[in-house]
């Protein structure tokens, strides 16, 4: 009888070891698991944040040559911003003339910035310049989408009679201008009409 319980018992530790040991697999797999999802979202945060620091530093410089070359950009001369320590990678800023209706111009001025050092960052900036004439039924820039994608408020962007209005989209990239189409690139966008 003895014999017979012992044989009976015997692998009965093994059994209870292997059952232990993938529990354990399983908890550190699940700890592993949940550590990797926390390690990608903090690196997700830290991407968007580069992202969007590189288009709120675009938006301030683009107000800020928006103001100094303010009579230049109204009557479409081309203007020489410099953002960051940096000149625009493209070589010459003109101003293109986007379709308008009414009484006035209205120009578009478009460049872009490859900044930041360790961590280099794209700042591109739209920036649709129109004014019209004091006498007169204002003027609107049309196709919006056009020079602004994504534009939020239509296609046509309408200024009053006698003023001067602006509207500044920037585009912050978490990495170099020439290759904001690759993979891992966060793009956060900032629009401002005034």
């Known amino acids: 009888m003895k014999y017979q319980?012992?044989?009976?018992?015997?692998?009965?530790?093994?059994?209870i070891s292997l059952i232990?040991?993938?529990?354990?697999?399983?908890?550190?797999?699940?700890?592993?698991?949940?550590?990797?999802?926390?390690?990608?979202?903090?690196?997700?945060?830290?991407e968007s944040e580069l992202a969007f620091h590189a288009a709120n530093a675009g938006m301030e410089c683009a107000r800020f040559w928006r103001r100094a070359s303010?009579?230049?950009?109204?009557?479409?001369n081309a203007i020489s911003p410099v953002c960051f320590g940096e000149t625009p990678d493209s070589n010459v800023i003109d101003a293109t003339a986007p379709t308008f209706v009414g009484d006035g111009?209205?120009?578009?001025?478009?460049?872009?910035?490859?900044?930041?050092?360790?961590?280099?960052r794209c700042t591109q900036i739209n920036t649709v310049v129109a004014s019209s004439?004091?006498?007169?039924?204002?003027?609107?820039?049309?196709?919006?989408?056009?020079?602004?994608?994504?534009?939020p408020e239509g296609n046509n962007k309408y200024c009053e009679p006698?003023?001067?209005?602006?509207?500044?989209?920037?585009?912050?990239?978490?990495r170099p201008c020439n290759t904001t189409g690759g993979f891992g690139v966060v793009q956060r966008e900032v629009l401002l009409q005034y």
Not at 20 to 36: A, P, Q
Not at 70 to 76: K, L
Not at 105 to 120: D, H, N, V
Not at 138 to 149: E, F, K, S
């Open 5 to 15: 319980q012992q044989k009976s018992e015997s692998g009965f530790a093994l059994l």
């Open 20 to 46: 232990v040991v993938g529990v354990v697999i399983s908890i550190g797999l699940s700890v592993l698991d949940l550590t990797i999802k926390q390690v990608r979202l903090s690196t997700n945060a830290k």
């Open 70 to 76: 303010s009579s230049q950009m109204e009557v479409g």
């Open 105 to 120: 111009e209205s120009f578009l001025y478009s460049y872009e910035f490859t900044w930041g050092g360790s961590e280099p």
């Open 133 to 151: 004439s004091a006498i007169g039924t204002g003027v609107t820039t049309t196709n919006m989408v056009a020079l602004i994608p994504g534009y």
């Open 162 to 174: 006698g003023a001067r209005c602006s509207t500044v989209s920037v585009r912050g990239y978490n």
